[in-house]
């Protein structure tokens, strides 16, 4: 079967595979319509403030152990079978809050659909930088971050104006869409090569290449030959990511990415959505003000690939890194008039405005390219473990720990002060991305990481001769 368009078929596996994105999604919205619920008096689960934050907390606590599952399971069963794991387990966790009676059954559930959330942060940016063709890659990583909206879009939407069960069973149609789907599109060419089954790597990128002629294809196969014996002459060991050169750069890029989406203030922003609108007093009911930023986040990732395949990643971050500190700035700023007494009743549009802005620069940068970033940055031998602690320890640790202490500490400091911090730290990104971090447009997996062995100073890939530090 092959889909029509140059690219059909490439197009519709990155979006069969990111089905499963979409279902884990829902998680991260999951708690903004549901937690005022179950906090409501009356309700068949009621909730005290410090549940609450449980809740809305240990879906990224399973997000840090999660990846580590995801980059043992990419390199023994592949990137396409660890996908399957993470979406089942993802629908085990949606029938235990469907049957919850008790608080536990919810911290369960939670933690579970975090999990399986960790494992799809290894396994589908791994997934789609290397069956995605150089010149879109970067583009092509975005698809990540908009599934990531849409599913979160989807409780925005159905959350306030259905029940607690009726919403779960929502959540199951993208979960149940990715299982229909599974079995018509490939495994990576990558993996297939590292399992020395040259046949099935041909007809994976043959198929994914549909447009190409067979010597085009060939020609590719030798060069993911190359990089992948290179990478897997030595066996992976976690001193290499300190050892050698390339890794250690890689490991700093990502894991410093990776932390910076997160100490921008988007999960708490995404769990905490309602309440924040309900603290700011927005002119908007806190519902249908949660409905226009996931609106506006997902129109913002649609944008996203076109404009990352035009300017490049880099680009695309330093635009959202700036953008990002603008409104979050703007954002404290009405909170810090609000709790010192100044009248804000006219300006019931600055909060909105200022969540959308941050919103909308987070969504093309910041939001789908960290994850991107990482899957460009490392050999297949050590991908597996150095994704896993990039989404595990820097990502979602960072988001564990800010959305479970997020309410203690606003009460404590102020909620503008913690916004501030936020916006000192999405200056921080935006300083980094400028000075440190690569330009890899249109860069071949093989061409990164030669770039990022290469000795301070050197000039040009033909300085590199052992990229992979082969020869000890």
Wanted: glycine fraction near 8%; charged fraction near 10%.
């Amino acid at each position: 079967m092959n889909l029509p368009g140059k690219r059909g078929n490439l197009y519709f596996s990155i979006f069969a595979a990111n089905l499963a994105t979409i279902s884990v999604a829902t998680h991260y919205s999951w708690t903004s319509p549901t937690l005022p619920k179950l906090e409501a008096p009356g309700s068949f689960i009621h909730l005290d403030s410090n549940e609450a934050s449980w809740v809305g907390s240990l879906n990224s606590l399973g997000n840090i152990f999660g990846p580590f599952l995801g980059g043992w399971l990419i390199d023994r069963v592949g990137r396409r079978w660890t996908i399957l794991i993470a979406d089942l387990m993802n629908l085990l966790s949606w029938v235990v809050l469907l049957v919850a009676t008790s608080v536990w059954h919810i911290y369960l559930g939670r933690f579970l659909g975090g999990f399986s959330g960790g494992i799809l942060f290894v396994a589908i940016p791994v997934y789609v930088a290397e069956i995605a063709e150089p010149k879109i890659r970067g583009a092509a990583g975005t698809i990540f971050g908009l599934s990531l909206t849409g599913g979160c879009f989807i409780d925005y939407c159905f959350g306030p104006y259905v029940s607690y069960s009726t919403l779960i069973y929502v959540n199951f149609v993208p979960a149940f869409l990715f299982l229909i789907l599974f079995n018509l599109y490939p495994e990576s060419p990558y993996y297939l090569v590292r399992k020395s089954d040259d046949a099935s790597a041909t007809k994976s990128l043959t198929w994914l290449r549909n447009s190409q002629s067979p010597e085009e294809v060939q020609t590719e196969l030798e060069k993911m030959k190359v990089e992948v014996h290179n990478s897997m002459t030595k066996k992976p060991r976690f001193s290499d990511l300190v050892k050698i050169r390339g890794n250690r750069k890689g490991l700093m890029i990502s894991c410093v990415l990776a932390a910076s989406q997160q100490l921008s203030g988007i999960n708490v922003i995404l769990v905490y959505t309602q309440s924040i609108f309900t603290m700011a007093g927005t002119a908007f009911s806190p519902s249908v003000s949660s409905i226009i930023v996931g609106g506006c986040m997902f129109a913002a990732l649609a944008v996203s690939f076109p404009l990352t395949r035009v300017f490049g990643i880099k680009n695309m971050l330093v635009f959202s890194g700036i953008g990002m500190t603008i409104f979050q700035l703007s954002f404290g700023a009405f909170f810090y008039c609000s709790n010192h007494g100044y009248d804000t009743s006219a300006y019931w549009w600055w909060p909105l405005a200022s969540v959308v802005g941050y919103i909308l620069t987070y969504s093309v940068g910041f939001g789908p390219l960290p994850f991107t970033v990482m899957g460009e940055m490392f050999p297949s031998n050590i991908k597996g473990l150095a994704s896993a602690i990039t989404a595990g320890l820097a990502c979602w640790f960072m988001s564990f720990l800010l959305t479970l202490y997020f309410n203690d500490v606003s009460q404590a400091l102020g909620t503008d002060t913690v916004i501030f911090l936020f916006a000192t730290f999405c200056l921080l990104a935006f300083l980094f991305t400028i000075f440190i971090l690569p330009d890899t447009r249109g860069m071949t997996l093989e061409e990164i990481l030669e770039l990022l062995n290469r000795p301070p100073g050197a000039r040009g890939y033909e300085t590199i001769s052992d990229p992979y530090n082969i020869i000890e």
